[in-house]
Nanobody, 124 residues
Framework: QVHLVESGGGSVQAGGSLRLSCAASGRTIRSYGMGWFRQAPGKEREFVAAMNWSGGSTYYADSVKGRFTISRDNAKNMVYLQMNSLKPEDTAVYYC?????????????????WGQGTQVTVSS
């Protein structure tokens, strides 16, 4: 069983940057696609970014494309989300998760082993 812990969230002003980290323990994640999702108050959990097991393929929500970058370090069992040019609408709790399928998907139902989340707040 993989245990995921997110960190790096915080409060920033619009236009600022944050780097989220997702530390995996209990089992290596090198064979799995990984994803980042977010959930704002009163809204459903939505896809942000994902990466296949090797890091060779990445996927982004249209709302973050060009601003966010997902990366991974399989040797360290870590996944990252670099967030630049942050906007107030990026405010949410951000979660990382393990993709359950061989092919990376962008729906929350395709993921498990969710972390506890890290809060990102962007003020205008």
């Amino acid at each position: 069983q993989v245990h995921l812990v997110e960190s790096g969230g915080g409060s920033v002003q619009a236009g600022g940057s944050l780097r989220l980290s997702c530390a995996a323990s209990g089992r290596t994640i090198r064979s799995y696609g990984m994803g980042w999702f977010r959930q704002a108050p009163g809204k459903e959990r939505e896809f942000v970014a994902a990466m296949n097991w090797s890091g060779g393929s990445t996927y982004y929500a249209d709302s973050v494309k060009g601003r966010f970058t997902i990366s991974r370090d399989n040797a360290k069992n870590m996944v990252y989300l670099q967030m630049n040019s942050l906007k107030p609408e990026d405010t949410a709790v951000y979660y990382c998760a393990v993709c359950r399928t061989l092919r990376v998907v962008t729906t929350p139902t395709g993921y498990n082993n969710w972390g506890q989340g890290t809060q990102v707040t962007v003020s205008s």
